[in-house]
């Protein structure tokens, strides 16, 4: 049996691999989106950083002695370790398009231009009420109208871990994450002139229709992606089940989107002006996917049963959430209705992580979400207040 320091190590170090990874997912999709070199040479950094967190997991793994009983969960950090390697990988292979200075097609752009969540890069002006605003407030999303800063940049460098008594000056650019409306209101507050600092170069209604397509396809990709990983880690810290048989889940249709962009740029070769602004957008889709199947094989664990032995005990927290998917219909109580307004996570414990609609998907939905006919979402919370939930919903259950 490993000792308590020991096996809160493992914890320490799988939550540090957790937040890190997700935060390189952010940034080398932002990367991509501006085209910026900086963002780009960062997430080379943060690979690093994962390169090591992998390398303390495996440390760990060999120095426990483990026994005959262990040996699984053992393997188990080692297996995780190369997981999140790969998902390291991926992204630097998205970052090194822009180092390499690939040329990048305006889908690209949209691919995070249409997305529910966006990354917006916003300049503060002169006047702005954001200047001297704080580190600590900077914490509290409520302080940016709803926008989340993933990063500042200030005279050519950017910082990532905001101290608390920083605070912003004239002339600050931030790497925010948020709903259009919301990005909208910060580029209000940050110029005063409600003007835009960035919108795709081209505008969506002068592409093709493929395009149009492809765009969708690449955005559902990334907010699977990111649902994907989100969840695998989940399902490892609760030990859940139902949580890693939905990466599972994920994992197959993200193959199935990579499919359907692989058909549509071959079929459009024509809308391309320079063969190589094809291979972003193919490496993008296939770095999605690639995260999908690092995902699944941190899920898997808990299907084998893995992380039920003693050296992943402590690491594994007691929850009684379950995970559920529920499709709306025309008839559904929900239909027509905000998500914020259906109170649904104060009367029942359980709340909307995703909405796939179509073949898009919306990861994390806004409280000003509007649910639509043929919706599908992903709930998660406690057993007791799912049924009500659904009842609320007048959604029906998928198994």
């Known amino acids: 049996m490993r000792s308590d320091t020991e096996v809160k190590s ?16 952010s940034l080398a999709y932002a990367s991509l989106m501006y085209n910026d070199e900086e963002l780009a040479n960062e997430v080379f950094i943060l690979e690093q950083e994962l390169d090591s967190l992998s390398h303390e997991l495996f440390r760990v793994a060999v120095m426990s002695g483990a026994s005959r009983r262990e040996a699984d969960a053992l393997a188990g950090l080692l297996d995780i370790g190369v997981a999140v390697d790969e998902v390291s990988d991926a992204m630097a292979d998205l970052a090194g398009l822009v180092i390499k200075r690939f040329p990048m097609h305006p889908v690209l752009s949209w691919m995070f231009y249409k997305a529910d969540e966006m990354i917006g890069l916003i300049r503060v002006e002169e006047g702005s009420p954001l200047i001297s605003m704080s580190g600590e407030h900077l914490e509290d999303p409520v302080n940016l109208v709803g926008c989340e800063v993933l990063a500042l940049k200030r005279s050519g460098r950017w910082i990532y871990e905001i ?3 920083f605070e912003i000056r004239e002339g600050d650019l931030l790497l925010v994450e948020g709903t259009e409306e919301s990005l909208e209101n910060l580029r209000t507050l940050a110029s005063g002139y409600g003007r835009r600092d960035y919108a795709p170069k ?11 397509g492809l765009a969708e396809v690449l955005s559902s990709m990334r907010s699977l992606s990111e649902l994907s990983l989100y969840l695998s880690y989940a399902s490892i810290f609760y030990n859940n089940m139902e949580m890693a048989l939905e990466v599972k889940k994920l994992e197959e249709e993200l193959d199935e989107l990579e499919d359907r962009v692989y058909e549509i740029v071959f079929s459009s070769m024509g809308s391309f002006r320079d063969p190589k602004e094809i291979i972003p957008i193919v ?16 899920a898997s664990l808990v299907e084998r049963g893995i992380t039920a032995h003693p050296v ?4 594994v927290e007691e929850s009684e959430d379950t995970i559920k998917r529920v499709v709306l219909d025309e008839e559904s109580e929900a239909v027509g209705r905000r998500i914020g307004d259906l109170n649904l ?4 414990g359980v709340w909307v992580l995703a909405v796939k609609r179509g073949l898009r998907w919306i990861y994390g939905p806004s409280d000003n979400e509007l649910l639509m006919d043929g919706d599908q979402l992903i709930l998660i919370g406690n057993e007791e207040g799912m ?10 259950l998928l198994e």
């Open 345 to 348: 996570e104060e009367s029942t």
């Open 312 to 315: 992943l005990e402590l690491v």
């Open 283 to 298: 490496r993008a889709a296939s770095s999605s996917e690639r995260v999908g199947d690092a995902a699944y094989s941190i």
């Open 202 to 212: 081209l505008p969506i209604e002068e592409m093709s229709e493929e395009m149009r």
């Open 387 to 396: 049924d009500d939930a659904i009842q609320i919903l007048g959604g029906k």
């Open 163 to 165: 101290p608390k008594r």
């Open 10 to 25: 493992v914890k320490e170090i799988l939550l540090e691999m957790k937040d890190t990874s997700e935060f390189a997912l």
